[in-house]
């Protein structure tokens, strides 16, 4: 092999998907994510407006677990025990990942593990990302950069909305790869559409709202790179990445989006939930309400005028590029590296996120409302400051990236180091620390005493006002007049099965502390039968014959569900022959190299 081959194949190396894996990147992050949880260790687990929620769902996916359900569809808690077809809708990753740690640490830990995990995933993603741009030193500052940036802190204290914050820490993998196949002529850009749809699908499959704000952040980003360009090509890639990420998530999203007509779906945006009541500074339907605005207002201000400083410093910078004439001996460009020959300049990346903060910062604010309206499915992020989140990530990679004044070399990290550290410990110091008494509150789960539950998961015929604790699993029908004799026993009582036994001298109508749903089939007798349901609750009522009767209702496989999983089926064999494509057109590459 001579000379050439060998720098570009370091080259290859360097810059190879391999290097996300570098273990040291993965310990410093590690590192970064600790700093940050360090306030668990002393001072409990911040109660933020989602954190019972979650761990309530964190254990009822456990205890479903113990009884061979790997992929629970129903809740049987909520609601003091009637139960909700929550994780049909709720995305997977967060609640397997809250419950997988459950089953390995004490659940009083379990909230600070999550939020570990998921921040070291955000830091490493975030290396990966800058990397491809930047030199090793300053991809580690962006990498400390986003995991502590204090919207980041928000989400995981004030909120405890611990899927939202899963999801935010895949955003920097999803903009690496878009920005990949945005590039002309790119090497691999088969790998990086597949890279790119697991990244949506993982997205998708970890909160819904921060998926809605990724894929209009992705098709900005390449419609931006298309402008560039005056091409096609990096349209038409990323909606293949985007199709084939959605066709992985299907097994989630086509029950989900085909099962909203089951439930009170319309809740997720009643009052407060709206946009139009979560612009910035827009005055709350109540006091906390407006408390908590005004934070996220405040962090989203600062954010804001950061990033106004630091982007003029980038749009002056190219500008001058554009400037000097042809062959001139000037400095690198706008945040370049000093190695040209194996970087890319960060100009790349740093005009489709000057684009993309742009447009986030326009989004939070109350001129944006008709958008909210009229974009399809843009009402569903609820809070317009989610936007933050990917607001952050290029706020970030300009603090890094962009040429600081001559004088002040460290300028930009310096102004973003000690406004994280302003807000973080403003942040930090207002959540109630270890409101919540875990112990206490995981029984009263179990008991079906706790109600953490949302009316948007409740089948359209039953009324949360009407459902209350102390009722039996099973029971004579309310107006029924049974005669003596009548023995009513429940022999298994599982999350998506029950089994109750009855024994009538006369037909008897059977009330069951279950909400009727269309998944739920009744068996009286191995005879598939159509329950009723009582009018004011909504609950499921069976109708036995006299003399002994078994009484068997089962959460069965629904055809939206098949229909979910064969494409998932098929995406999956679209993106493993992408891979494969990709595969055979680089060993000739490989068997030259070698020879």
Same mark, same amino acid.
């Given at each position: 092999?001579?000379?050439?081959?060998?720098?570009?194949?370091?080259?290859?190396? #360097?810059?190879?998907?391999?290097?996300?894996?570098?273990?040291?990147?993965?310990?410093?992050?590690?590192?970064?994510?600790?700093?940050?949880?360090?306030?668990?260790?002393?001072?409990?687990?911040?109660?933020?407006?989602?954190?019972?929620?979650?761990?309530?769902?964190?254990?009822?996916?456990?205890?479903?677990?113990?009884?061979?359900?790997?992929?629970?569809?129903?809740?049987?808690?909520? @609601?003091?025990?009637?139960?909700?077809?929550?994780?049909?809708?709720?995305?997977?990753? $967060?609640?397997?990942?809250?419950?997988?740690?459950?089953?390995?640490?004490?659940?009083?830990?379990?909230?600070?593990?999550?939020?570990?995990?998921?921040?070291?995933?955000?830091?490493?993603?975030?290396?990966?990302?800058?990397?491809?741009?930047?030199?090793?030193?300053?991809?580690?500052?962006?990498?400390?950069?986003?995991?502590?940036?204090?919207?980041?802190?928000?989400?995981?204290?004030?909120?405890?909305?611990?899927?939202?914050?899963?999801?935010?820490?895949?955003?920097?993998? *999803?903009?690496?790869?878009?920005?990949?196949?945005?590039?002309?002529?790119?090497?691999? &850009?088969?790998?990086?559409?597949?890279? =790119?749809?697991?990244?949506?699908?993982?997205?998708?499959?970890?909160?819904?709202?921060?998926?809605?704000?990724?894929?209009?952040?992705?098709? =900005?980003?390449?419609?931006?790179?298309?402008?560039?360009?005056?091409?096609?090509?990096?349209?038409?890639?990323?909606?293949?990445?985007?199709?084939?990420?959605?066709?992985?998530?299907?097994?989630?999203?086509?029950?989900?989006?085909?099962?909203?007509?089951?439930? %009170?779906?319309?809740?997720?945006?009643?009052?407060?939930?709206?946009?139009?009541?979560?612009?910035?500074?827009?005055?709350?339907?109540?006091?906390? @309400?407006?408390?908590?605005?005004?934070?996220?207002?405040?962090?989203?201000?600062?954010?804001?005028?950061?990033?106004?400083?630091?982007?003029?410093?980038?749009?002056?910078?190219?500008?001058?590029?554009?400037?000097?004439?042809?062959?001139?001996? $000037?400095?690198?460009?706008?945040?370049? $590296?000093?190695?040209?020959?194996?970087?890319?300049?960060? &100009?790349?990346?740093?005009?489709?996120?000057?684009?993309?903060?742009?447009?986030?910062?326009?989004?939070?604010?109350?001129?944006?409302?008709?958008?909210?309206?009229?974009?399809?499915?843009?009402?569903?992020?609820?809070?317009?400051?989610?936007?933050?989140?990917?607001?952050?990530?290029?706020?970030?990679?300009?603090?890094?990236?962009?040429?600081?004044?001559?004088?002040?070399? @460290?300028?930009?990290?310096?102004? *973003?180091?000690?406004?994280?550290?302003?807000?973080?410990?403003?942040?930090?110091?207002?959540?109630?620390?270890?409101?919540?008494?875990?112990?206490?509150?995981?029984?009263?789960?179990?008991?079906?005493?706790?109600?953490?539950?949302?009316?948007?998961?409740?089948?359209?015929?039953?009324?949360?006002?009407?459902?209350?604790?102390?009722?039996?699993?099973?029971?004579?029908?309310?107006?029924? #007049?049974?005669?003596?004799?009548? &023995?009513?026993?429940?022999?298994?009582?599982?999350?998506?099965?029950?089994?109750?036994?009855?024994?009538?001298? %006369?037909?008897?109508?059977?009330?069951?502390?279950?909400?009727?749903?269309?998944?739920?089939?009744?068996?009286?007798?191995?005879?598939?039968?159509?329950?009723?349901?009582?009018?004011?609750?909504?609950?499921?009522?069976?109708?036995?014959?006299?003399?002994?009767?078994?009484?068997?209702?089962?959460?069965?496989?629904?055809?939206?569900?098949?229909?979910?999983?064969?494409? $998932?089926?098929?995406?999956?064999?679209?993106?493993?022959?992408?891979?494969?494509?990709?595969?055979?057109?680089?060993?000739?590459?490989?068997?030259?190299?070698?020879?």
């Amino acid at each position: 092999m001579n000379q050439g081959a060998k720098v570009s194949t370091l080259n290859k190396t #360097e810059h190879s998907p391999a290097s996300f894996a570098n273990r040291w990147a993965i310990l410093e992050s590690m590192a970064f994510a600790a700093a940050v949880v360090v306030p668990f260790l002393f001072r409990g687990n911040p109660s933020g407006h989602d954190f019972e929620y979650h761990l309530a769902s964190w254990v009822g996916v456990t205890r479903q677990w113990s009884e061979g359900v790997f992929y629970p569809r129903w809740w049987p808690d909520a @609601h003091f025990g009637f139960g909700e077809p929550r994780f049909i809708f709720y995305p997977p990753l $967060s609640w397997m990942l809250g419950a997988g740690l459950g089953l390995l640490l004490p659940w009083k830990v379990v909230p600070g593990a999550f939020g570990w995990l998921s921040l070291t995933l955000a830091g490493a993603s975030t290396y990966r990302l800058t990397r491809e741009w930047l030199p090793r030193k300053e991809s580690l500052w962006a990498a400390a950069l986003y995991i502590s940036n204090p919207y980041s802190l928000i989400v995981l204290c004030h909120r405890s909305a611990f899927a939202e914050l899963l999801a935010s820490s895949l955003l920097p993998l *999803a903009v690496l790869y878009a920005l990949r196949i945005s590039r002309p002529n790119g090497a691999g &850009r088969l790998l990086d559409i597949a890279r =790119l749809a697991f990244v949506v699908a993982a997205i998708w499959l970890a909160d819904a709202p921060a998926a809605v704000v990724a894929g209009y952040a992705l098709a =900005l980003l390449v419609g931006v790179a298309a402008l560039e360009r005056r091409a096609l090509a990096p349209l038409l890639s990323g909606a293949a990445a985007g199709a084939l990420g959605l066709g992985l998530a299907a097994f989630y999203l086509v029950p989900a989006a085909y099962e909203q007509k089951w439930v %009170q779906i319309a809740s997720v945006i009643e009052e407060g939930l709206r946009p139009a009541d979560n612009f910035l500074f827009t005055r709350g339907i109540d006091e906390e @309400h407006w408390f908590f605005n005004l934070l996220v207002s405040s962090v989203a201000a600062a954010e804001l005028a950061l990033a106004a400083i630091v982007f003029t410093a980038v749009v002056l910078a190219i500008r001058r590029a554009r400037a000097m004439p042809a062959g001139a001996d $000037s400095a690198p460009a706008a945040g370049s $590296s000093g190695s040209a020959a194996s970087q890319p300049p960060a &100009r790349e990346a740093l005009v489709p996120l000057l684009a993309l903060c742009l447009v986030s910062g326009i989004l939070m604010l109350r001129p944006s409302a008709p958008l909210w309206n009229v974009v399809p499915y843009l009402k569903f992020v609820q809070f317009p400051w989610r936007w933050l989140s990917i607001f952050n990530l290029g706020v970030v990679f300009a603090v890094v990236a962009a040429p600081p004044p001559k004088r002040l070399p @460290h300028a930009w990290k310096a102004l *973003a180091i000690c406004l994280w550290l302003l807000l973080g410990s403003v942040i930090l110091y207002l959540p109630p620390w270890g409101a919540t008494d875990i112990p206490d509150f995981i029984v009263r789960v179990e008991s079906g005493s706790e109600t953490e539950n949302l009316n948007e998961f409740l089948p359209i015929t039953a009324d949360s006002d009407q459902l209350g604790p102390g009722f039996p699993p099973a029971t004579v029908a309310q107006g029924e #007049e049974p005669e003596e004799g009548v &023995r009513i026993s429940v022999v298994a009582w599982r999350g998506e099965e029950k089994l109750v036994s009855v024994e009538t001298p %006369q037909p008897l109508l059977v009330a069951l502390r279950l909400l009727n749903y269309p998944a739920w089939q009744v068996e009286v007798n191995g005879e598939i039968v159509v329950a009723e349901t009582e009018p004011d609750t909504g609950q499921i009522q069976v109708e036995v014959p006299a003399g002994h009767s078994v009484v068997r209702v089962r959460f069965v496989r629904t055809a939206d569900r098949t229909i979910g999983g064969a494409i $998932s089926a098929a995406a999956l064999l679209a993106v493993a022959g992408l891979i494969f494509v990709e595969w055979r057109k680089r060993s000739p590459q490989r068997n030259t190299q070698n020879t």
